[in-house]
């Protein structure tokens, strides 16, 4: 079938190739006719020849070296999982004269476009490696690049090769540390194991012991019952000056909390002990619960749950005591099972719960699996020792069981009983003698053993019983058990020294037995005896001290947890299941003394930027460190403070940029003037200009576009192969695209009759140094107190017009963010007067895009202090904000006088949700907690169009993307300035121009992922009105169409 020269039918047969290899049968014969069929046209065929060969290519490495080239032409193919296929059968082909190919394919694997393939280039770096370990430097820099990569597929699989190749270069994570921790709920589940082991490891060498400050808790909290206020202040104090969390340390305790709910017992598993070993001993206890939920799993989890928890449980009972019912045996659990949850009982028993475990072990000791009866005894020994208002009665509860049929119970409670009366001989005569009684009827070699060792130590308190003892086993010493004749040796020895008129000659007898014995343990020990004991001239010095040698006082023995000694082996990992050291385990290191530097995990604003907006891999043009914005917006401040002369080659620069940050697919390199304009075309000029400029930057850019005849994509169009990821990383791009865009149109539409013989001199100038930058130095961002009317279609200038002749727009839609049409004067309150001791804060959002990032909400806070004393320090402090959301501070403002009133801006990335934004407003002496909650139609940023690209961009959302109702429209509301203005004051919307007066259109992106939503109302007969919304954002959808439907409704 493979021969034939139908697709159809090699379809067919791969199929059931594929199916013999899934039930693991030998499929190795037909490599030779699979092999040919690399090449075939037929996709599907294709796939299931790569799922072949990623099999079997290792063993048959001659034959599938002569498919390479046609390998190295698949990693160009437009599907993405051929393109991942091959790069997987590249790196199974396991032959050294290969690796420079294999270098090649994952360097530009690790720039492709799709994550899928970035993600099989991870999984390439452990093979090539493992293969050429002389490849590591090239290998670093390559996992140093997909590090930087914000796709949740690649994430996970780039933290494995990093773990492989060079788990010790921290170095790498610190810039890409925040960004894996908030990607961490987005990743799958075994990505999550992987990345939370690192960054355990990383943490314990970055963050200072949470676990001091918890001592010290413990030595303040016990305070005099005449202690002043403010000896009690003095004593905050000194805990706060002792230890204060890194926020860095705290969000990965924030974000990885939630992952304690996963159905993922690894996840599960990593989440608890990332908390046992980062987190302070008081928050630690929130892991027990998810743990006691994973024994409901089959046996394998519960095996390795419980022996995590039983070396928690030595060191912290109380987590596990609420749940001490969930560690019952059933009748139903293995041996392994049963031993791990009695391990753990004992480690939890206290004063409080003894009585009911002991009545517990009673019922276990009963049980027909005699190993875990024993276990069970051993355990009742324990808790003897443990608790000592139970020794006496767990004792006489071992004694009961030396009447037990089985002799295993028996023997083990012989053990058990023997550890016991060394702790406090003197008061149990008579369980020695019982002991002796049950010599004849016991055959366990250890109980024997221990009953000999018993009577011999304390052979003073019975000196009736012991010689009868020697007597009775002289007779059998032939046929006992090694360890058995060592003890009945000693305990003749001992009898020789403290009675010897009545045993002198049976312990001859005995040593003359030892000396023939066939074991040479037992004849040496019978030589050493002798001559220590009986007296003649060749015996030493040693003689003479017998007595005190064989008769010391003996430490009681310790009855310890087997779990005891495995802390030292991170929770979790196999060296800890098999209590010692596997081979690839990677210790925790020691907290540090002295937390390192902080700022190393900072990112610069403008190299995130590039992160997002660039093609992996591509070189950008560098830019001062001092800075805030993203780099397009630093090319617009540039252009801003310099003379404006020379534009077109600035703006043709700047179009160069914004075609490679927002058309990902079809630049394939850097354009070579980007170094050479950017750098030339700047000059000075005034600030007032820069805010003139914004008025007419839709127009002019719309024009723009059209004379440059180039396609621009929408921002939160995908590629057809790429994730969820892409509109991520789309909209991210739209934001340089939207910054780059304003600097070449203002410059345009400045200075449109300026002629061209101003550039040459304008491109001989440098530009100066850009000053520092300060985030409430915001001159050009006046908060703006009354609705500002802005004409949604500029004049244009004559020369503009001009250029519109005989142009026609590009098949792809022209989407440009717009100024706001309408800034709402409504406040919210923030803080009341009352709560605030004084401080009162209000505030509301000012829809000035930009500010902090395409991403950010602006919001303007106004605090005033209506007491009459000064406010000091007035700032934010503690946030507590959901998963993934982001706030930019403003900065703290040092005092605000009686009466005073101050307005500061801040940024709150929202990530597309109407979720509340919760934080302390702090002054020097109080933190008072206020939470911001945004309207959805403040989380828009509006944008224009034409209205062809509208109804081009609404067909393509239609079905689940579209909802819609009726309403009723008050006579007064069907003007189409009334309808525009209650739309655009009620969310924050672009007007699109209609043709038609009873449709008004209206068009906005997400500020987040800049998915966009396009907003119909259409007049009807009788005074109603269709409202329609076509949003990718179904959920934001809906709640924007409830709160536009009031806004023009009756009343």
Known sequence: M??????????????????????????????????????????EIKKLVYVYLMRYAEEQQDLALLSISTFQRALKDPNQLI????????????????????????????????????????????????????????????????LKDRSTLVAGSVVMAFEEVCPDRIDLIHKNYRKLCNLL?????????????????????????????????????????????????????????????????????????????????????????????????????????????????????????????????????????PYLKSFYVRSTDPTMIKTLKLEIMTNLANEANISTLLREFQTYVKSQDKHFAAATIQAIGRCATNITEVTDTCLNGLVCLL?????????????????????????????????????DNITVPVARASILWLIGEYCERVPKIAPDVLRKTAKSFTNEDDLVKLQILNLGAKLYLTNSKQTKLLTQYVLNLGKYDQSYDIRDRTRFIRQLIVPNEKSGALSKYAKKIFLAQKP???????????????????????????????????????????????????????????????????????KFYSESEEEEDDSASTSSSGSESDSKSEKEDEDEGSTDESSGSSSPSEESTDSESDSKESA??????????????????????????????????TEYTSSDECSSGSKSESDSKSDSESGKSRNATCNKKEEKPVQDRKTPKKQDMFLLDLDDFCPVTTPVAVPTAAALSPSLAADLEGLSLSSSSVIDVTMQVSVPTKTHELLHRMSGKGLAAHYH????????????????????????????????GEKKLPPGMRMHEFNPIEFLEPGGSITATMGIDFCDSTQTASFQLCTKDDHFSVNIQPPVGELLLPVTMSEKDFK????????????????????????????????????????????????????????????????????KESSTAQLIINTEKTVIGSVLLRELKPVLSQG
């Open 688 to 721: 007032a200009k820069k805010r003139c400029r914004a008025v007419n930057e839709s127009d002019s850019q719309d024009i723009k576009k059209k004379a440059e005849g180039i396609s621009m994509k929408r921002s939160t169009s995908s590629s057809s192969d």
């Open 952 to 1019: 081009k961009e609404q067909g393509m959302l239609t079905g689940m993307n579209e909802t819609s109702t009726t309403i009723a429209v008050a006579p007064q509301n069907s003007t189409r300035l009334v309808i525009i203005e209650r739309v655009v004051k009620a969310a924050n919307l672009g007007v699109v121009p209609s043709g038609e007066d009873n449709i008004h259109r209206f068009a906005a992106k997400t500020m987040h992922s800049g998915s966009l939503m396009l907003v119909t109302v259409e007049l």
């Open 83 to 146: 393109r991942a296929s091959a790069l997987r059968v590249l790196s199974s082909i396991r032959v050294p004269i290969i690796v420079p190919i294999m270098m090649l394919a994952i360097k530009e694997a690790s720039s492709d476009l799709s994550p899928y393939v970035r993600k099989n280039a991870a999984h390439a770096i452990q093979k090539l490696y493992s293969l050429d370990p002389e490849q590591k430097e090239m290998l670093i820099e390559v996992i140093e690049k997909l």
């Open 2 to 43: 493979l021969e034939s020269s139908k697709d159809s039918a090699k379809l067919d047969a791969m199929k059931r190739i594929v199916g013999m290899i899934a039930k693991g049968k030998n499929a190795s014969e037909l490599f030779p006719a699979v092999v040919k069929n690399v090449a075939s046209k037929n996709i």
């Open 185 to 321: 709920v987005d990743v799958e589940e075994w990505g999550q194991v992987v990345i939370i082991h690192m960054l355990t490891r990383y943490a314990r060498t970055q963050f200072l012991s949470p676990w001091k400050v918890d001592e010290v808790v413990d030595e303040y909290s016990e305070s005099n019952f005449y202690e002043s206020d403010e000896e009690q202040k003095e004593k905050d104090q000194k805990l706060k000056a002792i230890y204060t969390m890194d926020p860095d340390h705290r969000l990965l305790l924030r974000n990885t909390k939630p992952l304690l709910q996963s159905r993922n017992a690894a996840v599960v598993m990593a989440v608890a002990q990332l908390y046992w070993h980062l987190a302070p001993k008081s928050e630690a206890g929130i892991v027990s619960k998810s743990l006691v939920r994973l024994l409901r799993s089959n046996r394998e989890v519960q095996y390795i749950v419980l022996q995590n928890i039983a070396t928690m449980s030595i060191q912290r009972k109380g987590m596990f005591e």
């Open 403 to 439: 009447s037990n049929r089985d002799e295993i119970v028996v023997a083990e409670s012989v053990v058990v009983i023997k550890k016991l009366l060394q702790t406090q001989p003197a008061h149990h005569g008579e369980i020695i003698k019982h002991m002796a009684k049950l010599l």
């Open 845 to 876: 959002f000012s829809r000035q895009p930009g500010i902090f990032g395409d991403r950010m909400v602006p919001v303007q806070v106004t605090v005033t202090n209506t007491t009459d004393q000064k406010i000091e320090n007035i700032h934010i």
């Open 556 to 626: 009681a023995p310790l009855l310890e947890s087997p779990f005891k000694d495995r802390d030292h082996f991170q929770l979790g990992t196999l060296s800890h299941t098999l209590n010692s050291r596997a081979t690839g385990y990677l210790e925790l290191s020691d907290w540090p003394e002295v937390a390192p530097d902080p700022s190393v995990r900072n990112v610069d604003v403008a190299e995130s930027a590039k992160e997002w907006t660039g093609i992996p891999g591509k070189p950008k043009k560098e830019k001062p460190t001092e």
